[in-house]
């Protein structure tokens, strides 16, 4: 009797170890300084975008806060842009990031590095029962990322919408221009389409303030990027959020124009952890540090995609 009883205890230990194992298995151990998930609502990591070790990292602190419980990541990209992304990764349409690219090809996204970032979270979020959610905090930088969710996301779902002309840079001016006019205010959308709609055209509408109105103001800009930000937190599905941006956002002290930036601005509104990929010599910017390699640099993804998607997939 007391074999049999070890024996179904050792089963039981058996079972227990394991089911530890694989809910814990994307912690990763060899992280020393960086911030515990009880504590704040926000972690920030901040980076050099031009670090070729920082999307290795940045893919194992996701996988370790995923393993802890957060499901929503936000990155440095405006609301169009982080809707294909979220796209690419829930479906792994190869199309689609070709698309990404292409339209992104002269900013800080268009590396080889951040190409295969995205081809690995594709992967890891595939095997995933509950899957993440990624978010954009910043401007639209590239207004045709942002029409073209509007048309893809919602109306080319209408037959009275699907055929708006939107293939052309004059298209995509006039789409913008005859929505903030109130030329074409379709109001006849269903109520949550509509209310992306306008969460769409709000992220472009903010580009032009920081870029036609004001010749490019990054104190403008810095008070988008906050407001984005605070709002994805607040509508978080565990009220936490994971979001990689450049250092100085991330900075707790930082100042931009003599204003708060990003960091400092939201740490008197909700609990902000700021995690500086480099050396931590300066904890009262950045607290929590990963070292990486400084040496290494990214190298540019030069996209040789010529296909029209999501337009030919009408």
């Known amino acids: 009797m007391k074999g049999k009883t070890f024996l179904v205890f050792s089963a039981l230990l058996i079972f227990f170890v394991s089911g530890c194992v694989s809910s814990a298995e994307n912690t990763n151990k060899d992280f020393i300084n960086i911030p515990d998930i009880d504590s704040y609502d926000l972690i920030l990591v901040g980076e050099d975008h031009t670090n070729s070790e920082n999307v290795d990292v940045e893919l194992r602190l996701i996988k370790h806060y995923y393993a802890l419980g957060i499901r929503d990541f936000a990155f440095e990209a405006g609301y169009g842009d982080a809707m294909f992304f979220h796209h690419y990764i829930t479906t792994g349409d190869k199309e689609c990031l070709e698309f990404i690219f292409k339209t992104n090809s002269d900013t800080a996204v268009s ?74 205010p379709y109001s006849d959308l269903a109520a949550e389409d509509l209310k992306l709609l306008k969460r769409i055209m709000q992220c472009i509408e903010q580009a032009e303030l920081v870029y036609y109105d004001s010749g490019f103001n990054d104190a403008i800009r810095e008070q988008c990027m906050t407001e984005n930000l605070l709002e994805i937190t607040l509508n978080s599905k565990n009220k936490k959020t994971f979001a990689i941006t450049g250092a100085w956002h991330a900075a707790l002290t930082g100042l931009v124009m003599g204003k708060p930036g990003m960091a400092n601005a939201l740490k008197s509104k909700i609990r902000v952890a700021s995690l500086l990929l480099g050396p931590g010599d300066n904890p009262k910017l950045w607290p929590y540090n990963v070292l990486v390699n400084e040496e290494i640099k990214v190298t540019p993804y030069n996209s040789t995609y010529s296909g029209n998607w999501p337009f030919s997939t009408k």
């Open 111 to 184: 590396t080889n590095e951040s190409l295969k970032f995205y081809r690995d979270l594709y992967k890891w979020n595939s095997r995933l029962k509950d899957k993440i959610r990624i978010h954009g905090f910043d401007v639209e930088h590239k207004p045709v990322m942002g029409v073209t969710a509007a048309w893809f996301f919602i109306l080319k779902n209408y037959k009275q919408y699907k055929d708006v002309p939107l293939t052309t840079s004059q298209d995509r001016k006039k789409f913008i221009q005859d929505y903030q006019r109130g030329v074409q």
